[in-house]
């Protein structure tokens, strides 16, 4: 089920995480109508509870950034 999670462009990273939660999914998307879309998508393909958390700037962005 989080294969095609995967897939979706506007996802940056995915993380299984502990807590509240079970996913942290970081998405960039261009404006409230991209991210209803991909949020959309998203809940498709999990039947979970979510928060949503806007990040209107940013300071740095390092989306290549390789992991050892």
Do not use: M, W
Not at 39 to 54: F, P, Q, T
């Amino acid at each position: 089920y989080i294969q095609p999670i995967l897939k979706i462009e506007q996802v940056q990273e995915v993380y299984y995480i502990t807590g509240d939660y079970d996913y942290l999914i970081k998405i960039q998307v261009k404006d409230q109508h991209e991210y209803f879309d991909v949020a959309s998508k998203i809940a498709k393909h999990l039947e979970a509870r979510g928060k949503g958390i806007i990040a209107p700037k940013y300071f740095k962005n390092s989306p290549k950034l390789k992991v050892k």
